[in-house]
């Protein structure tokens, strides 16, 4: 079986400050991972994601992720956060990307910016 | 625009009452998801439709009902039989070419 857990519930950061949310995973197959963003009272947008290929994804805002295998983790990253990036985030994995009812979501991390 | 839609965004109703929520998509999805938001839980998958007249229970689909009659909507049914009906509720579909999932903007269920 799947599972993902996100190790912080709450990160707080200083505007312009960096900052990386956590996500770890476990599975017996190769995975497919993924980042969405949650903004106030609306629905989740994909960030960014890892099918195949490159490691290291990238978002067009600024955050990056890497795969790292060994360590079962899909942590995300940003040299230099702005008050716009605050937000709920989700790590999710799912062992086949042509079928969402195999995608397990983490509990999320807020990510609250202080200026 | 293309996009998902949800109605109502704000739903109040008393205990005992099923109410129902709409999804529609104009994006050509085959597949369409409803899930279940509460604080600290992330997503938990109540029903999902690959295709349609054809749809699956998931991880929480007791107390809910779903229809797929038409590939653009999905609605979802909470019954009275749901025992604790208050949360926010989020339809998707799935792109499968790319594996992402695109969502409504939700709607938010509070039974008093």
């Known amino acids: 079986a799947q599972s993902v857990t996100q190790l912080d519930s709450q990160v707080p950061v200083f505007e312009e400050a960096p900052v990386e949310l956590r996500c770890n995973y476990s599975s017996s197959v190769s995975v497919y991972l993924f980042w969405y963003v949650q903004y106030p009272n609306q629905g989740l947008q994909l960030l960014l994601k890892?099918?195949?290929?490159?490691?290291l994804v990238k978002s067009i805002n600024g955050f990056e992720a890497e795969f790292n295998k060994s360590q079962t983790s899909f942590h995300l990253r940003k040299p230099s956060v702005h008050i716009s990036d605050t937000a709920e985030y989700f790590c999710?994995?799912?062992?086949?990307?042509?079928?969402?009812?195999?995608?397990?979501f983490g509990s999320g991390t807020r990510l609250s910016i202080r200026p | 625009d293309g996009g998902i839609t949800q109605s109502p965004k704000y739903l109040f109703r008393k205990e005992g009452q099923n109410v129902t929520l709409s999804c529609e998509q104009n994006?050509?999805?085959?597949?369409m998801y409803w899930y279940r938001q509460d604080p600290g839980q992330g997503l938990r998958l109540i029903y999902y439709?690959?295709?349609?007249?054809?749809?699956q229970k998931g991880d929480i689909a007791e107390g809910y009902s779903v229809s797929r009659e038409k590939k653009e909507s999905f609605p979802l049914t909470v019954t009275s039989a749901q025992k604790n009906p208050t949360a926010f509720y989020l339809c998707?579909?799935?792109?499968?070419?790319?594996?992402?999932?695109?969502f409504g903007e939700g709607s938010r269920l509070t039974v008093l």
């Open positions: 998707a579909t799935n792109d499968r070419a790319t594996g992402e999932l695109f």
């Open positions: 890892y099918l195949s290929g490159s490691t």
């Open positions: 999710a994995v799912s062992s086949g990307y042509s079928s969402a009812s195999k995608i397990i």
């Open positions: 994006l050509n999805h085959d597949a």
């Open positions: 439709s690959q295709i349609v007249n054809d749809f």
